[in-house]
């Protein structure tokens, strides 16, 4: 998928830069786990990317605007992406590291469930639901307490 992805891109004229094959092939080699602008940057460094913070804002926004990243709002005012997804899935949020996983729900009654609720004309397009809670990590740490 990801040289589907860069082939895309080619195809629609826009160049291949070194920066943006990482920022790419970055985003699918961790697909479960939503990026910030800053661990991205963390992991260009560790490939020996020298990439700076207005390149890869830069780069985010491209991505985005083309479809390939989503940017999501995880409830705790940082700014993560991922790749865009054409299935269901929602995030759980550690309260106390802030890391961000995504999770499937199969079968998730959410879009059924808006037939009952009074949207007053609204058209809804999409809903987020994230759930927060301690992660293996640091629940030993609130368990000390």
Do not use: W
Not at 4 to 15: H, N, Q, S
């Amino acid at each position: 998928m990801r040289q589907e992805t860069l082939a895309a891109l080619k195809d629609k004229g826009f160049r291949l830069t070194k920066i943006r094959k990482f920022i790419v092939e970055i985003f699918y080699s961790s697909e479960a786990v939503p990026i910030s602008a800053p661990e991205l940057r963390t992991r260009l460094l560790a490939q020996n990317v020298k990439a700076n913070k207005t390149t890869v804002y830069r780069e985010l926004d491209f991505l985005s605007d083309q479809g390939i990243i989503v940017e999501i709002n995880a409830g705790d005012g940082k700014k993560r992406y991922e790749l865009q997804r054409h299935g269901h899935h929602h995030h759980i949020l550690c309260l106390r590291c802030s890391a961000v996983e995504c999770v499937t729900i199969e079968n998730c009654a959410l879009e059924d469930q808006l037939n009952s609720v009074d949207l007053k004309n609204f058209k809804v397009t999409g809903h987020a639901l994230n759930f927060f809670g301690l992660c293996e990590g640091c629940r030993p740490y609130t368990e000390c307490r």
